[in-house]
């Protein structure tokens, strides 16, 4: 039953910093409004601000759920943005009972919350003030596991992890599963909730992080900026629901855009820092593009990794040019951050809207573009309307990984 037929996104679930489902964080994207400010938490921290979830957040009221509360926070984002999108798409429990639904998930830290609380409280009072559920709640494998249990899906459930592109690679990988006929139904996406002190004195101690030394946190993340130096570091969760668009028509469910293609490859070159010369990246888009049946060179829209660290954002503005020179560029962590592992399905999610409003949303505090970026058509200011035929996301992670998506419109 292998084909390589593209599948269709017929539901978006989105937890971020620009809000709390999809129709919020569209606006707020749209809109580039940064939502990176201090954090009491990060106090003592060398960097004391980040791009957080709304406090508004909470998975029980969202979900309906009373044991959502008691999960690690990342996978009470995955909970909430799978919903989100499985209402979107229509599909009731009664529904998935007749179908055979996947969940493939990405992370790049798993539980890491609980794994940091459970150990201070071990340090600090012994191993009797472990919590119970600690190793269910940290193991990454969890995330999968958890929305399987809850959702009532009997399929396949995945969990992946290449770093900053575990969420395209989950994707990419639900793709397969579809393809493939192991799954009716697809959920995929990524989570991450990774904003802690260990976690930002580590990225700092990498140098990977701005430390807002020219701009107020609101303006740190500037991606392809000139005046870029490293990354705001984010949570939140993107899920989307595939299924085949034959599926898709017999229930009348209409698609936000066709997922086409997918590419990945290891640029086998240092444990942080991308090959300079860009060969996995640019194979990864040949290969995203030769799957959906696209030219490289014809894509019309590129929502870009660019995380706002000098070194990252020149050799991927560098990719882009020779790769996709006529694109419609963004980089939506100007608004988000950098979401970690779920930054590949969250801007997957919101390359799909882009391609069904037919708007491209701005990159937010970018004002004079970076070396490599200069004759990039990047969104300066506002969102622009354009009509689209196909776009690609594209996510890279530390250990040299890279994970592509191809869309086209529906």
């Keep these: 039953m292998a084909t390589n037929a593209p599948a269709a996104v017929t539901g978006i679930g989105l937890v971020t910093p620009a809000g709390i489902g999809r129709a919020p964080n569209w606006t707020a994207v749209c809109c580039g409004v940064p939502t990176a400010d201090a954090l009491d938490t990060l106090a003592r921290s060398p960097v004391g601000f980040a791009s957080t979830v709304p406090d508004g957040f909470d998975a029980v009221r969202l979900t309906g759920r009373r044991l959502s509360r008691r999960y690690d926070r990342s996978t009470q984002f995955a909970l909430v943005a799978a919903q989100?999108?499985?209402?979107?798409?229509?599909?009731?429990?009664?529904?998935?009972?007749?179908?055979?639904?996947?969940?493939?998930?990405?992370?790049?830290f798993g539980g890491v919350r609980t794994l940091e609380d459970n150990h201070a409280r071990l340090m600090a009072e012994g191993p009797d003030a472990v919590n119970a559920r600690f190793l269910p709640n940290a193991l990454a494998n969890m995330v999968s596991g958890i929305l399987s249990i809850e959702l009532g899906t009997t399929g396949p459930?995945?969990?992946?992890?290449?770093?900053?592109?575990s969420g395209a690679t989950a994707i990419g990988t639900g793709l397969g599963l579809l393809r493939s006929g192991a799954a009716d139904v697809v959920v995929?996406?990524?989570?991450?909730a990774s904003?802690?002190?260990?976690?930002?004195?580590?990225?700092?101690?990498?140098?990977?992080?701005?430390?807002?030394?020219?701009?107020?946190?609101?303006?740190?993340?500037?991606?392809?900026?000139?005046?870029?130096?490293?990354?705001?570091?984010?949570?939140?969760?993107?899920?989307?629901?595939?299924?085949?668009?034959?599926?898709?028509?017999?229930?009348?469910i209409s698609l936000y855009a066709r997922l086409a293609g997918y590419g990945t490859t290891s640029d086998a070159h240092h444990i942080t820092s991308p090959a300079p010369d860009g060969r996995g990246a640019k194979e990864a888009i040949g290969q995203a593009c030769r799957d959906g049946g696209l030219l490289p060179r014809d894509i019309a829209h590129v929502n870009a990794h660019a995380t706002s660290t000098?070194?990252?954002d020149t050799v991927?503005?560098?990719?882009?040019?020779?790769?996709?020179p006529t694109a419609v560029v963004t980089s939506t962590k100007g608004v988000t951050g950098h979401t970690m592992g779920a930054a590949g399905a969250i801007e997957a999610a919101y390359t799909a809207l882009a391609l069904h409003t037919r708007t491209v949303p701005p990159v937010a505090n970018l004002g004079t573009p970076c070396a490599g970026a200069e004759d990039l058509d990047l969104v300066i200011g506002d969102a622009r309307s354009q009509t689209l035929a196909n776009a690609v996301s594209s996510s890279f992670g530390f250990g040299g990984h890279n994970a592509v998506l191809a869309f086209t419109t529906a």
Excluded at 157 to 165: D, E, G, I, K, N
Excluded at 188 to 192: E, P
Excluded at 316 to 324: C, D, G, L, R, Y
Aim: charged share 20%.
């Design 84 to 108: 989100e999108a499985l209402d979107d798409a229509h599909l009731t429990p009664a529904a998935m009972e007749e179908a055979r639904v996947a969940v493939v998930m990405g992370t790049a």
């Design 157 to 165: 459930a995945v969990v992946v992890s290449t770093a900053c592109a």
């Design 188 to 192: 995929a996406g990524g989570t991450d």
């Design 195 to 252: 904003v802690t002190p260990l976690q930002v004195a580590g990225f700092d101690k990498l140098r990977a992080l701005s430390r807002a030394s020219r701009f107020p946190p609101a303006q740190a993340s500037r991606p392809f900026d000139a005046e870029h130096d490293g990354f705001v570091i984010g949570e939140g969760a993107g899920v989307l629901v595939l299924e085949r668009e034959s599926d898709a028509a017999a229930r009348g």
């Design 310 to 312: 000098p070194t990252g």
């Design 316 to 324: 991927e503005a560098e990719v882009v040019a020779a790769t996709t």
